[in-house]
């Protein structure tokens, strides 16, 4: 058994510049907080997207699965969506949309008057337009040879077809229609089936806890550093120099290295050569500060007590707490959007996920998201900060913190609450299984079913 050190010394230098690095974090996350609320959020489009999805796949559930899948009538739904956004934001596609879904030919009018930018879309306009004026008649258009709407757009397709009277038989496509059904089964069904189990999980483990069979934590190995010098490595190295210093110094390269790319390629680029280098400084940090204790006898297991083996068990406890944490986080999110309406400020890799279609780009977000993201951000909060703070403030304490201090730093008003809650139970699950590699694989579960899940709606 390892004697804890003795508490160290720390020079005037090191406490100035944790005070300084401290003082502008917090000015740092105050603007970021602040910006948020200007940030679009993505939740609008993932519901639009749903909607639009629904309409597709109407025509392939069976009659007695549609209330549960895609609504009593989704092409009410997604007229009424888009009624609610305000016309100044209305793209061309959608206003076109809800000039198509509107019955009403006196009411399409105002929505066709303003002439739209893009070439493709003209003469959907005009075919509408055309109609709604009663200039020509539906039975004018030959659906199979001669007016095609959207090749690419099956959605506007069908719904300007419907529109300008075309039959079902020619204005539905049945490909698109099974493969949606498919598709919105998949993004709809797994997360309710998901979200029962981790319920009942859930329930269980607090039934366990109220009846006193708790087992006991694994003890946690005591890592011989200060607040001061976790203050120097979250607000010194990852916000300071890893996300102020790092990218004005790195994106300008980046930016004229990616001026011929079209994004989302060359914003995918950018995210991950700048999550890279916003990793650097704090990694550096804390590698100068595990070398300073190097003479300390190290604990069975090591200072972050990886303990890599058995994976198995690692790949169960994460699933079981992914399972768990699953119904606090999404009661959050529906509690914060029912009180607060949307706040908007969603992290941008969702909406680049959620529009991006190319096969390169979407590899180096995987890669952002699915495995650095988890590796670095469960070593500085749960492999580094937790056994610092658990021994100045306790093992409870230091759930509560170490989970406001990573949600404080991804930036979001709105998704504060639902990340804190995440926080408590990566938190939890590092203390209750006593290793980090089950908190890196829930994390990276955690992102990689959100990013499956935008694939599944985008498109």
């Keep these: 058994m390892t004697q804890a050190p003795a508490r160290r ?27 948020s609320f200007s940030r679009p959020s993505v939740s609008s489009a993932l519901s639009s997207r749903q909607q639009e999805m629904a309409l597709l796949a109407n025509p392939a559930i069976p009659s007695p699965l549609r209330p549960l899948t895609v609504g009593l009538d989704p092409q009410s739904s997604l007229k009424d969506a888009l009624k609610e956004i305000s016309s100044v934001q209305l793209s061309d596609r959608q206003r076109l949309l809800l000039a198509g879904l509107e019955s009403s030919k006196s009411k399409r009018i105002p929505l066709l008057d303003s002439p739209v ?47 300008l009277g075309g039959p079902d038989d020619k204005c539905i496509n049945r490909r698109v229609a099974n493969k949606m059904a498919l598709r919105l089964t998949l993004s709809q069904g ?49 916000v300071v120099l890893g996300e102020v ?23 995918s680029i950018k995210v991950f050569i700048g999550y890279c280098a916003m990793t650097g400084p704090p990694l550096f940090i804390l590698r100068r500060q595990l ?22 068990t690692a790949l169960l406890r994460a699933v079981y707490g992914w399972l ?11 509690l914060m959007s029912l009180f607060f309406g949307d706040q908007g400020g969603s992290n941008p890799l969702l909406q ?31 492999g580094v ?33 639902p990340l804190f809650v995440l926080g408590i139970g990566l938190a939890l699950l590092r203390l209750t299984s006593g290793r980090l590699l089950p908190c890196v694989l829930m994390h990276a579960l955690w992102n990689g079913i959100t990013f499956t899940n935008l694939l599944l709606l985008g498109g």
């Design 291 to 312: 070398k300073s204790i190097q003479n300390t006898a190290l604990p069975d297991g090591g200072w972050l007590q990886w303990r890599l083996r058995p994976w198995n």
């Design 385 to 417: 900060l937790i056994p610092v703070l658990a021994k100045e403030i306790g093992e409870i304490w230091t759930v509560f913190a170490s989970a406001f201090v990573f949600a404080l730093a991804h930036l979001s008003v709105s998704e504060f609450p």
């Design 245 to 267: 210093v790092s990218p004005a110094i790195i994106l300008p390269f980046v930016t004229s290295f990616t001026g011929g790319l079209v994004s989302p390629l060359s914003d």
């Design 117 to 163: 930018t893009s070439v493709e879309l003209k003469p959907i306009q005009k075919a509408l337009l055309d109609h709604s004026l009663e200039r020509t008649d539906s039975a004018y258009f030959d659906w199979n040879d001669n007016f095609r709407v959207a090749e690419d757009d099956p959605l506007l397709n069908q719904v300007v077809c419907s529109a």
């Design 352 to 382: 680049l996920v959620l529009t991006s279609r190319d096969p390169v780009a979407l590899i180096l977000l995987v890669i952002t998201t699915v495995l650095l993201a988890p590796l670095f951000e469960e070593l500085v909060f749960r």
């Design 324 to 334: 768990m944490v699953m119904p606090p986080v999404l009661l959050t999110g529906w």
């Design 190 to 238: 797994f997360p309710v089936i998901a979200l029962i189990l981790g319920a009942g999980l859930l329930l269980r483990q607090c039934w366990l806890f109220f009846r006193g069979n708790r087992d006991s934590w694994p003890a946690l190995s005591p890592i011989p550093l200060s607040i001061l010098d976790m203050v120097l490595l979250i607000s010194g190295g990852f």
């Design 9 to 35: 010394s720390n020079p005037a230098w090191k406490v100035a510049l944790a005070v300084l690095s401290l003082l502008i974090s917090l000015a740092v996350w105050k603007e970021g907080l602040e910006n």
